[in-house]
């Protein structure tokens, strides 16, 4: 029997503030265990919450950019389990009432385009992290990140395959980033994602028992998850078996799933309002200030890049696929009006460095104007365009100038027409045969020609004028 395929996703993304959901410790990522932690945030009796407004506008910005319903009236509930990192005993997260709901996200996998319905996208607090001790029976917790606010956003399960999944979570988290209210980073834990998979019978509407898998920090490791979790799936339903709701843990190590335990239902939870909160309620003028400030989304930004630019799609794509690499392409445009030669640099020798060195381009030790200052000295001649591709790399790692470092490893380019004219006369010399064959109509051994004058110049004659020289001084022999 064959399968579908049918998953859907949630996503926590750590919310930029700098203070907790509700409390005014900080959020900062590597601090001590237990340096950020106060009396709200570790649940003492008598502590009471207060609402960090800037998480609630940065909720209100993703659901307007996920084209969500913004509710005006809503509110947060305790949701009660028992875990060490949990020291209230209770989550404080939104249940029945979500800020956002009913949105939609496109995305294209593999050229073709999607629809991704948005359920729900709530805001709740996180719970801390349990350290364990390697080599040692025992496991310690740390409390920094309780309280950190959080946006769960909730897909319905519209994606079919890890292809689909890629897509989804590389727009989200690039439109968030372009938000400026998550950073995205999944090895911090600040971009979480949860696939919920399940197979059914092909042509099956009724959708068959979820798995949820956790643990995953990196895209590729989602795409190993899913492909791993759908065939063992497949597995076990082929031999008769049946498949149960649980929470497994993706075990990269070994590249399999591991069952967590089994899959709680809302009323596990027993949700019900939290007493120490007061409802919440949004005036439209509220939304509609935040609309207002809406950036550019990374899909438009694509759409102008292609029209106002004249760039190729897939290059747009690689531009804006980062904000911090299309801000930094439009700094340079600014400067230097050439869009498709700034484009070739920055997808080219200005991304292998930022990879190489694992920063973002508003990281990088090659800010835009010396970038600039590069393309202008390959456009004045000063350089060539080959030898500026070649020390790039050491350019990038210098930080010096480019005239500096130009001038230091003696990369400056011969264009003056009688130094070049001294290496042509003596190449012409050396190779009377060739002479003699470019004057009996073979053509092609110019580029023999051009070919011996760079060598004879360690490589800095100007090629272009090299040739149109050279042309005129055997057409001069003639």
């Given at each position: 029997m064959s399968y579908q395929v049918v998953i859907g996703v949630e996503v926590h993304a750590q919310l930029r503030t700098r203070s907790k959901l509700f409390c005014s410790c900080g959020t900062t990522f590597g601090r001590s265990p237990n340096s950020q932690t106060c009396?709200?945030?570790?649940?003492?009796?008598?502590?009471?919450?207060?609402?960090?407004?800037?998480?609630?506008?940065?909720?209100?910005?993703v659901g307007l950019a996920l084209n969500c319903s913004i509710r005006r009236d809503h509110h947060f509930a305790r949701k009660n389990y028992f875990y060490p990192d949990l020291p209230k005993g209770y989550q404080i997260s939104q249940y029945d009432e979500p800020i956002c709901e009913k949105g939609w996200l496109e995305i294209q996998p593999n050229g073709e385009t999607k629809r991704i319905r948005i359920h729900r996208a709530h805001l709740e607090e996180d719970a801390g992290k349990s350290v364990h001790q390697p080599g040692r029976p025992e496991s310690r917790v740390d409390l920094n990140?309780?309280?950190t606010p959080l946006l769960e956003i909730v897909t319905e399960p519209d994606m079919h395959s890890a292809d689909d999944v890629d897509a989804y979570l590389k727009m989200l988290r690039d439109i968030l980033i372009y938000l400026n209210v998550c950073d995205g980073n999944m090895e911090q834990g600040n971009f979480r994602c949860e696939p919920n998979i399940s197979l059914r019978p092909s042509g099956e509407q009724r959708l068959g028992t979820k798995v949820e898998l956790k643990n995953i920090n990196s895209f590729r490791f989602v795409r190993e998850a899913i492909d791993y979790e759908v065939q063992r799936q497949t597995t076990v339903?082929?031999?008769?078996?049946?498949?149960h709701q649980e929470t497994r843990l993706w075990d990269e190590a070994q590249g399999k799933t591991m069952v967590m335990?089994?899959?709680?239902?809302?009323?596990?939870?027993?949700?019900?309002?939290?007493?120490?909160?007061?409802?919440?309620?949004?005036?439209?003028?509220?939304?509609?200030?935040?609309?207002?400030t809406l950036p550019e989304l990374p899909t438009a930004r694509k759409r102008r890049f292609i029209?106002?630019?004249?760039?190729?799609?897939?290059?747009?794509?690689?531009?804006?696929?980062?904000?911090?690499?299309?801000?930094?392409?439009?700094?340079?445009?600014?400067?230097?009006?050439?869009?498709?030669?700034?484009?070739?640099?920055?997808?080219?020798?200005?991304?292998?460095?930022?990879?190489?060195?694992?920063?973002?381009?508003?990281?990088?030790?090659?800010?835009?104007?010396?970038?600039?200052?590069?393309?202008?000295?390959?456009?004045?001649?000063?350089?060539?365009?080959?030898?500026?591709?070649?020390?790039?790399?050491?350019?990038?790692?210098?930080?010096?100038?480019?005239?500096?470092l130009i001038q230091e490893k003696g990369l400056?380019?011969?264009?003056?027409?009688?130094?070049?004219?001294?290496?042509?006369?003596?190449?012409?010399?050396?190779?009377?045969?060739?002479?003699?064959?470019?004057k009996g109509g073979k053509e092609t051994v110019l580029g023999f020609f051009v070919g011996q004058v760079m060598k004879a110049s360690q490589g800095k004659a100007n090629p272009g004028k090299v040739n149109s020289l050279l042309k005129a001084e055997l057409l001069k022999e003639s």
């Open positions: 009396p709200v945030c570790l649940g003492m009796p008598g502590s009471l919450p207060v609402l960090n407004r800037m998480a609630v506008e940065m909720a209100v910005r990140r309780t309280g339903l082929s031999e008769g078996g049946t498949v335990r089994s899959k709680e239902e809302a009323h596990d939870y027993r949700y019900f309002p939290d007493p120490d909160l007061l409802p919440i309620h949004l005036d439209q003028a509220i939304i509609d200030e935040v609309h207002e029209s106002d630019y004249q760039l190729p799609v897939a290059d747009a794509e690689t531009l804006t696929s980062s904000k911090s690499l299309a801000d930094y392409f439009e700094l340079c445009v600014e400067t230097f009006p050439e869009p498709k030669t700034v484009c070739n640099w920055v997808k080219g020798e200005l991304l292998r460095e930022l990879h190489a060195h694992d920063v973002s381009a508003h990281e990088s030790t090659m800010p835009p104007e010396r970038l600039v200052k590069l393309l202008r000295l390959i456009e004045q001649d000063t350089i060539s365009l080959k030898a500026a591709r070649e020390f790039f790399s050491e350019l990038y790692a210098s930080g010096k100038e480019p005239e500096v400056s380019q011969v264009s003056d027409d009688e130094a070049l004219m001294t290496f042509i006369r003596e190449v012409l010399s050396n190779n009377p045969t060739q002479v003699s064959q470019y």
